[in-house]
């Protein structure tokens, strides 16, 4: 998607105004990947990981111990134990998931938008990037998770903005999508206001996010590759190409609400890089409406802890 580039000072202070509305995600976050994605690891790693942050470890302590994990079983008491009860992809899943669940805190702004159906579509894209990350035997599956998940923080951003500023500025773009039936990133260079992809780069580039999440987040509205800057390796490149498809998905199964509801269909070429079939298509919907359903549990179960 080729566009005017952005005047980068109004970005920088954007993102100082910002500062104060999203906290910066915990170490543990990134430690949990690196240690999760190696296959030699083992619990102890895990459990070292964990005890580290005793305010995180108290909240994986209290999601092990709800009904939906802990069951009929006897109450989960320490790390080791969580550990066994949750498991690896798990843990690192609600590490992760509550560091970024306080940041979509907020009231409902306007009868279709609201943080809470932001929230829930970005953890359906990051069950879904996850799902056909391993669908396609790639390794890095967690880290597919990661980007999909924080893939739309600029929007999160946005919003927060708005309310420091009393402004609808988000809000008149998601209903510009809405009336033209574009995309929210259409409708914001339409209405000539802060991009969403880029604001939310910056935020994961301040917060010292990996190169993978940085890329994601900065170009996951920009389906040629010839025109994403500044790409790190063809891995980012390919799971760029993962989290769009992802995220079409997720939009396709109006699971959540993003701010738009035309997202564009990935393109054949899109497709033959993911080395994706057309008609493989269908397979893989399936198993992330599989996936999504369980993600509708979970986020049920978050609501509670």
């Not at 909240?59 to 550990?83: H, P, W």
Request: charge should be negative; include cysteine.
């Amino acid at each position: 998607m080729n566009s005017l580039a952005p005047n980068f000072d109004y970005y920088d202070f954007l993102v100082r105004q910002i500062q104060q509305k999203l906290p910066t995600l915990p170490t543990i976050v990134n430690e949990l990947t690196n240690v999760l994605e190696n296959p030699d690891s083992s619990t102890f790693a895990v459990e070292d990981v964990m005890v580290s942050d005793a305010p995180m470890t108290t909240r994986i302590l209290r999601v092990a111990n709800t009904n939906f994990y802990r069951g009929s079983r006897e109450k989960v008491t320490d790390a080791s134990e969580a550990i066994g009860t949750l498991g690896f992809e798990k843990i690192r899943n609600v590490a992760l998931t509550t560091s970024v669940f306080k940041m979509f805190s907020g009231p409902s702004a306007v009868d279709k938008f609201s943080l809470e159906g932001l929230w829930k579509h970005c953890l359906g894209v990051a069950s879904a990037s996850r799902t056909i990350a391993k669908y396609l035997g790639k390794s890095w599956h967690e880290t597919a998770y990661t980007c999909g998940l924080v893939h739309d923080i600029g929007k999160v951003a946005r919003f927060k903005l708005d309310e420091d500023d009393e402004t609808e500025v988000f809000l008149k773009d998601s209903q510009t999508s809405l009336d033209k039936k574009i995309s929210l990133i259409q409708a914001e260079l339409i209405n000539q206001s802060p991009r969403h992809d880029y604001l939310g780069y910056l935020i994961c580039k301040n917060w010292g996010l990996s190169k993978y999440v940085e890329g994601v987040v900065r170009w996951h509205h920009e389906p040629n590759p010839e025109n994403r800057q500044k790409i790190a390796s063809e891995e980012v490149n390919e799971l760029i190409d993962l989290v769009i498809l992802a995220d079409w998905v997720v939009n396709d199964k109006k699971f959540g609400f993003s701010g738009h509801e035309n997202p564009e269909h990935p393109s054949d070429a899109l497709l033959a890089r993911l080395n994706i079939h057309p008609t493989h298509l269908e397979p893989i919907c399936s198993s992330v409406e599989t996936e999504l359903e369980m993600t509708e549990d979970f986020c049920k179960m978050l609501d509670d802890v």
